[in-house]
């Protein structure tokens, strides 16, 4: 069992993950280098996909991005491994836990008894690591909480069987091959440019497009009801946005703090001030998030056009943004 | 955000674990720093709860008035939709939808009953009542 393993909190749970595993394999990577470099920030707006009959707005690329995107870069040797029958994906993360290994594993949070009440949603693409096994306990690292955690061995087979959209199938993944030390300038201009192509990408729905295809949505949300449509509707904006392991303001300190440690790291110091600025787009969101919320709390009356408004003040703030990011990540490249 | 400025709030919805939260230290560094929430969090996360129970009891009203079956009950409270039931268990949503008639659900063989009671969770015997 790897005895030297170090829990460490995050913000979010599949870039804790791998900041965890990585370090734990000869690399300290840290969440935020771990989140930038995979190029996992973003925003989508999708509503053919419902959740308790709301659209989808996620503020970063879909689950999965970070792992299978740092595996490429740094040409690490992962191994992902699925199960048809729950009794052979436990006794296969025991065995793998015997030979030492660091195990990921992708669970649902619903079934989690260590998590908050309130947070236990069916939500089925969560991350978290195993690193041993006491008696029928589990000791996990489960990245969004501060301290590592036990679980019963019938709770986490449940969570990792969940069924539903993203269902696990009691996926396990580790490492066989440490990463080499990685060329950090070409590796963090490729990832700036990535993120870039993503944000700034002539397709509807994703990115600032997609921000702005959202304010209008926002501005003609129905209010014959009362407002309680559009009240929900705000408010699962929000939640994606502050509530779901996004480190603050939709990621966006997140991918700040990774502008800062890239600048550090690789001595273009031009990334600083971007993430300076992107701190303060940071702040607007948050101010987004708290008229949505008093609104929501009726503290202040209900006006979608003016929760629209802020939202394509922040995609024209994001695309100004992104366009000198892209300046400055060409820049870099010479 | 500023590092003092980060919310220190002690949500409900955090039962006293804290969130780790990006924010800007005196030296201009981002330091995660852990937070006992946010009001803004606590209000929409409560909300997304607080619908899920109202629905949970609205069915539990009208299982106990005859108008539902307590499966219905059990698939709110275990904070699902008919969409997410169907997934878990296999069976269609139209199924699943006839299973909330009282009559229909009272003549259920056991395979299903076991079904259902597996996918949310719950012993077989209290899928039967509600309380």
């Known amino acids: 069992m790897p005895t030297t393993f170090a829990h460490a909190h995050a913000s979010h749970c599949e870039s804790g993950v791998m900041s965890s595993l990585l370090t734990h394999h000869g690399l300290p990577l840290s969440e935020a280098m771990a989140f930038g470099l995979a190029s996992a920030l973003s925003f989508a707006y999708l509503p053919f996909v419902r959740i308790n009959g709301l659209p989808l707005v996620s503020y970063r690329m879909p689950p999965r991005a970070v792992i299978r995107g740092l595996e490429r870069i740094?040409?690490?040797?992962m191994r992902f491994e699925t199960f048809g029958s729950p009794e052979r994906g436990m006794a296969r993360l025991d065995e793998l836990l015997d030979s030492g290994k660091l195990v990921g594993l992708q669970t649902s949070v619903f079934w989690l008894p260590y998590f908050p009440p309130d947070l236990r949603f069916h939500f089925n693409a969560h991350n978290l690591l195993v690193y041993g096994k006491e008696q029928e306990e589990y000791l996990i690292s489960d990245p969004v909480a501060e301290t590592a955690v036990r679980c019963a061995s019938a709770d986490l087979q449940r969570a990792r069987?969940?069924?539903g959209a993203l269902a696990p199938?009691?996926?396990?993944?580790?490492?066989?091959?440490?990463?080499?030390?990685p060329d950090w300038p070409q590796l963090g201009r490729r990832a700036l440019a990535?993120?870039?192509r993503v944000m700034l990408a002539p397709i509807p729905l994703v990115g600032v497009r997609g921000m702005r295809i959202l304010a209008g949505r926002v501005a003609r949300l129905p209010l014959e009801d009362g407002g309680t449509r559009a009240r929900m509707y705000i408010g699962n904006i929000v939640r994606m946005q502050e509530e779901i392991g996004t480190g603050g303001g939709g990621f966006r300190f997140l991918y700040a703090s990774f502008l800062q440690e890239l600048a550090g790291t690789t001595g273009y110091a031009a990334l600083d001030a971007l993430a300076a600025r992107l701190v303060e787009i940071g702040d607007r969101w948050r101010e987004f998030a708290l008229a949505a919320a008093r609104m929501i709390r009726a503290r202040e009356a209900l006006a979608p056009s003016a929760l629209a408004e802020r939202l394509r003040a922040l995609a024209g703030d994001e695309e100004r943004f992104f366009r000198d990011l892209d300046r400055a990540q060409r820049a870099w490249a010479r | 955000m500023l590092?003092?400025?980060?919310?220190?709030?002690g949500n409900s919805t955090l039962a006293g674990h804290r969130k780790a939260v990006y924010a800007l230290a005196e030296d201009g560094k981002l330091r995660r720093v852990p937070s006992r929430g946010w009001e803004v969090e606590e209000i929409v996360t409560r909300q997304a709860v607080e619908d899920l129970e109202q629905r949970a009891e609205s069915a539990l009203a009208r299982a106990r008035a005859g108008e539902t079956s307590p499966l219905e009950y059990h698939m709110y409270r275990a904070r699902m939709d008919v969409e997410l039931l169907s997934q878990t268990t296999g069976l269609w949503r139209w199924r699943i939808r006839r299973h909330f008639n009282p009559a229909v659900f009272a003549r259920l063989p056991l395979a299903l009953r076991r079904r259902y009671a597996a996918a949310l969770g719950i012993p077989v015997e209290a899928l039967d009542?509600?309380?």
Request: aromatic share 10%; glycine share 6%.
């Open chain 1, 194 to 196: 990535r993120t870039v």
């Open chain 2, 3 to 9: 590092e003092r400025d980060v919310p220190q709030e």
């Open chain 1, 169 to 181: 199938k009691g996926l396990l993944y580790y490492v066989t091959r440490p990463p080499a030390l």
């Open chain 2, 129 to 131: 009542t509600v309380d």
């Open chain 1, 161 to 163: 069987f969940a069924k």
């Open chain 1, 74 to 77: 740094l040409s690490l040797g």
